[in-house]
């Protein structure tokens, strides 16, 4: 478990080629809030991964490099009680070894969201 602090813009990584990045991982509460304090806390009940980008998916998917990611317009945050593995081997398979693979089946997870006033 690590302590992690940073603007949204701080947790983009660019990539040659714009992906989802930034991700932090086993994670017990994290908060989000704009200049003025407002914002949000997320807690789990366990350890969860997040991440705060300033690009959509579809935006970071669609780009083949980083200026045509455009302006930012907000902020994707992103909660995953459960986070599979990121690759193979090689930067041009997307093969998961087992052991990263999460299985088929039914989970139960749970966060609660609280608004953070400044």
Not at 10 to 32: A, K, L, Q, S, T
Not at 68 to 74: D, I, K
Not at 87 to 111: A, C, F, M, V
Request: hydrophobic share 30%; net charge negative; with cysteine.
């Amino acid at each position: 478990m690590g302590e992690y602090a940073g603007t949204v813009a701080e947790f983009h990584v660019p990539y040659v080629r714009p992906c989802e990045c930034g991700g932090r991982e086993d994670v017990r509460w994290m908060e989000i809030t704009d200049s003025q304090g407002w914002g949000l806390r997320v807690t789990g009940s366990a350890p969860f991964h997040f991440s705060a980008l300033p690009w959509t998916v579809e935006q970071y998917d669609a780009a083949d490099y980083q200026d045509q990611l455009g302006e930012s317009q907000g902020v994707e945050l992103t909660i995953d009680g459960f986070h599979a593995g990121l690759g193979g081997d090689t930067g041009w398979t997307k093969n998961i070894h087992p052991e990263y693979r999460i299985p088929q089946g039914n989970y139960l997870y749970q966060i609660a969201l609280t608004w953070k006033k400044p």
